[in-house]
């Protein structure tokens, strides 16, 4: 572990080959980043400052995000940070990082073309979903659920960050245990759904997450059953059901949709070819209510 203060180059160049010996294939351009957040500056500022010596303060404070960054701490916990949407999204430690799957899940809604007036999101993690369906329908009202406290306090703050929090109305609740008050004419949920046996092998970044968050029970499925029961009764007739789902479950959850008497299933891939949303309707000829 590299002790005395350099340039800024130099200290970059370290990290960069400490970070790819510990497997962390962009290390470079992690090393940049993390010397960003060690400065309190933009990736830019940095590289625009290479040949500078680098304070003994942020020497100190880069050298232990690295280390950390090292022991495969996801990036985004340490630099605060992850885009969605093109929108900037506040991170940390308790909540799930954005992935750059659930885009998928976004883009199909919005490309429905249909103007939704009133959300449910189920799960809202650090509120990517609702805040960018808030960003980019206008005028749309989103009840955002979570069971974690942590959880939403993150999502208010990138309400409030990006202007839309008038829009959100934040609930901490289990789903499996609240019943809502209103009906919807969306409702969209990126649940956990990872299976007990994937559990066990995760990605080393993914066992700081939060377990709560990816956990989705014996078959990943659990959230599947609760969402479709929430679509029966609290969409509106031709109200959207629009879930992310794991790439091997598509045919579990068409399933699990059907037989609760949802129509016109769609699945939709990802940008890897990888069944990754599911889409359906409460079709008039539901009898969901009774
Ligand atoms: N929507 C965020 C995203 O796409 O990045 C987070 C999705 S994460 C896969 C699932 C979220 O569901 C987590 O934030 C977790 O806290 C929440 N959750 C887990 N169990 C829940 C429950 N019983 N009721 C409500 N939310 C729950
Ligand atoms: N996509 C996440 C992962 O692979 C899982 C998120 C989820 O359970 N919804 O780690």
């Not at 940049?32 to 309190?40: I, N």
């Not at 040949?51 to 942020?58: F, K």
């Not at 703050?157 to 609740?173: P, S, T, W, Y």
């Not at 092998?201 to 014996?218: C, R, S, T, W, Y």
Request: charge should be negative; hydrophobic fraction near 40%.
């Amino acid at each position: 572990m590299k002790n005395s203060v350099s340039s800024v180059r130099d200290a970059v160049l370290w990290a960069a080959s400490f970070l790819n010996k510990k497997g962390i294939n962009n290390g470079r351009l992690e090393a940049e980043l993390l010397m960003a957040r060690a400065m309190g500056k933009n990736r830019a500022a940095v590289l625009a400052c290479f040949p500078d010596e680098v304070p003994q303060a942020v020497f100190h404070k880069f050298r232990q995000l690295v280390e950390k960054r090292g022991r495969h701490f996801p990036l985004q916990y340490l630099t605060g940070i992850q885009d969605f949407m093109s929108l900037p999204f506040y991170v940390e430690e308790g909540v799930l990082v954005p992935r750059e799957d659930t885009e998928v899940l976004v883009e199909t809604i919005l490309q429905l073309g249909r103007s939704f007036e009133n959300i449910l999101e189920v799960g809202t993690g650090s509120g990517i979903i609702a805040v960018s369906l808030a960003k980019y329908i206008s005028g749309v009202k989103i009840t955002a659920t979570d069971i974690s406290g942590k959880a939403l306090e993150v999502a208010r703050k990138n309400a409030e960050a990006l202007g839309v929090q008038e829009r959100i109305r934040f609930i901490q609740a289990d789903v499996f245990r609240w019943t809502p008050a209103e009906k919807y004419d969306l409702i969209v949920s990126n649940p956990p759904y990872i299976s007990r046996e994937e559990m066990r092998g995760l990605q080393k970044e993914v066992l700081f997450e939060p377990v709560e968050a990816l956990d989705g029970g014996e078959r990943g499925l659990d959230f599947y059953f609760r969402l479709a029961e929430l679509a029966k009764e609290y969409l509106v007739p031709s109200g959207i059901l629009a879930v992310e789902i794991g790439y091997r479950q598509a045919l579990e959850v068409r399933g699990i949709f059907e037989r609760a008497g949802l129509t016109g299933i769609e699945v939709i891939q990802d940008y890897a070819g990888r069944d990754r949303v599911v889409l359906c309707k409460k079709g008039k000829e539901c009898n969901c209510e009774e």
